[in-house]
């Protein structure tokens, strides 16, 4: 048992260190470690199946509304970076440049993709002619590289996985409702199978993205109160296609610009998943999104027949449709049951020669500990429901937290009492003036502009000048 208890002391409390805490995690769970490459990360089994399954259910949901998946080159030359300037100029810092080839100087450098606006604009020129040859609602599964100063697995690396869509639309109507039809892709899937709560809307003129019109972003709120933007969504107008000349011909032989939009997700939401659901013990998985949703452990498992039932309970639950493992490994259940809750596994499901002798097994529930005897005859049936249940709670428990952690402030005085007694998210109106914005930021010690929730207002006035409020913000300290 010493070895048990040396498992489960592995982890940092979060209360002692959250940011220990949430390494601690990452390492013991095995999800991804850091490569030779400084600042890269290596993904690991554990992980990589977590991402797997973001993108087979984001896939499925983006295929629905009509996108077509294709794959663009990593390098990108500069002169085509260059086309628009308020684009490269946002990326600048952080673009890494592949200056030699195979041994010589290349005659025009490339930067690695760090977004692939540029490329699918000079694909886009060469083919769209008519307006038939609009919508091209396009996405990419890929890896982008930026050359970031600081890094924290998953949340911020030089290299991350994602999904970029690309759109090209003929009018700036349709351009925009694709926008907020894939920002509610987006607040569906994160809800729906990751179980995290989120606040979302506009994001403010400082804070969009660079060269878009307007950001529509979701945010998260991780367990120390600090937000996660978990995806963004963007309409860029007819900036890009301009900057690139791409024009197409209506149906009376008339030239028009062409509008564009793009939206993105990246392996940052594995960083959500872990710090809105995770606790001293491990990870907590959804169990939709957990690439294990059962695993089943033999209790004395030495005992006659009792291996061969538990097989038994695996095939019998794969038939419907759970993923399920055994683990008959030679280490104690005491061990098993810590590294089942380390890695997150929604349930385990406990039998020895007792419940075998009863006809029955013991499922626990990862999330909140609970023990429910199950008779075998009706496990393929039960265990759905259960899983279904524990999702609705985990989507429950975190919105409370959420809700609980939402704070209003009407004077900067009570903002600045809230930024330095709580942790979360503050309410507060705003006069939409950037330095306004930027005061606020600087005297409640980093609370930023996390969104604009349109038609809401809690008073008139701006909260630092005074002046009319246009909008309401949420405001908070974000990774």
């Not at 007819?238 to 990246?266: Q, V």
């Given at each position: 048992m010493a070895n048990d208890k040396k498992f489960v002391q592995s982890i940092t409390s979060r209360s002692e260190d959250f940011a220990q805490w949430y390494t601690d995690v990452v390492k013991e769970a095995k999800l991804c470690d850091y490569s030779s490459v400084k600042g890269c990360l290596n993904y690991l089994p554990n992980g990589y199946a977590i991402w797997e399954n973001i993108q087979q259910d984001l896939d499925k949901r983006f295929k629905e509304t009509g996108v077509e998946n294709v794959y663009l080159p990593v390098l990108i030359p500069e002169s085509l970076l260059k086309k628009e300037q308020n684009h490269i100029e946002g990326f600048a810092p952080e673009v890494a440049w592949v200056t030699h080839g195979g041994g010589e100087e290349l005659e025009e450098r490339f930067c690695v993709r760090p977004t692939s606006e540029t490329l699918f604009c000079d694909h886009w020129q060469k083919v769209v002619k008519s307006y038939r040859d609009l919508p091209l609602v396009w996405n990419q599964w890929n890896s982008v590289f930026r050359w970031e100063k600081t890094t924290r697995p998953f949340l911020r690396s030089r290299e991350f996985l994602w999904q970029e869509g690309h759109t090209?639309?003929?009018?700036?109507?349709?351009?925009?409702?694709?926008?907020?039809?894939?920002?509610?892709?987006?607040?569906?899937?994160?809800?729906?199978?990751?179980?995290?709560?989120?606040?979302?809307?506009?994001?403010?003129?400082?804070?969009?993205?660079?060269?878009?019109?307007?950001?529509?972003?979701?945010e998260a709120m991780m367990h120390d109160g600090k937000a996660l933007q978990s995806a963004t969504?963007?309409?860029?107008?007819?900036?890009?296609?301009?900057?690139?000349?791409?024009?197409?011909?209506?149906?009376?032989?008339?030239?028009?610009?062409?509008?564009?939009?793009?939206?993105?997700?990246?392996?940052?939401?594995?960083?959500?998943?872990?710090?809105?659901?995770?606790?001293?013990?491990?990870?907590?998985?959804?169990?939709?999104?957990?690439?294990?949703?059962?695993?089943?452990?033999?209790?004395?498992?030495?005992?006659?027949?009792?291996?061969?039932?538990?097989?038994?309970?695996?095939e019998l639950l794969k038939k419907n449709n759970i993923r399920t493992k055994i683990d008959d490994s030679e280490k104690s259940p005491g061990f098993k049951f810590a590294e089942q809750e380390m890695l997150g596994i929604p349930v385990r499901i406990e039998i020895g020669p007792k419940d075998i002798e009863n006809n029955e097994c013991v499922i626990v529930r990862r999330d909140n500990r609970e023990k429910i005897v199950v008779k075998l005859d009706n496990l393929g049936n039960e265990l759905p429901k259960i899983l279904e249940t524990i999702q609705k709670d985990m989507y429950d428990k975190a919105k409370n937290f959420l809700d609980e952690h939402i704070y209003e402030a009407t004077t900067m005085e009570e903002m600045k009492k809230i930024s330095n007694e709580k942790v979360g998210f503050i309410k507060a109106m705003w006069c939409g003036d950037p330095e306004c914005e930027d005061y606020i930021k600087f005297e409640t010690n980093g609370f930023g502009s996390r969104c604009i929730q349109e038609n809401e207002k809690i008073s008139d006035k701006c909260i630092y000048c005074g002046k009319d409020a246009k909008e309401l913000v949420i405001w908070g300290k974000s990774y």
């Open positions: 090209l639309h003929a009018t700036s109507e349709e351009a925009l409702e694709r926008t907020l039809q894939m920002f509610k892709v987006y607040i569906d899937f994160v809800t729906e199978d990751l179980a995290i709560p989120l606040v979302y809307g506009k994001k403010t003129e400082s804070e969009k993205f660079a060269g878009a019109e307007a950001t529509y972003t979701i969504s963007h309409f860029f107008g007819s900036e890009f296609p301009d900057s690139f000349d791409i024009k197409y011909l209506d149906k009376n032989n008339k030239l028009h610009s062409a509008y564009e939009t793009s939206w993105g997700l990246s392996t940052r939401i594995i960083g959500a998943i872990i710090m809105v659901h995770g606790d001293d013990s491990g990870l907590v998985l959804p169990p939709r999104i957990a690439p294990t949703q059962a695993i089943v452990i033999p209790i004395a498992q030495h005992k006659e027949g009792v291996i061969e039932k538990a097989n038994e309970v695996v």
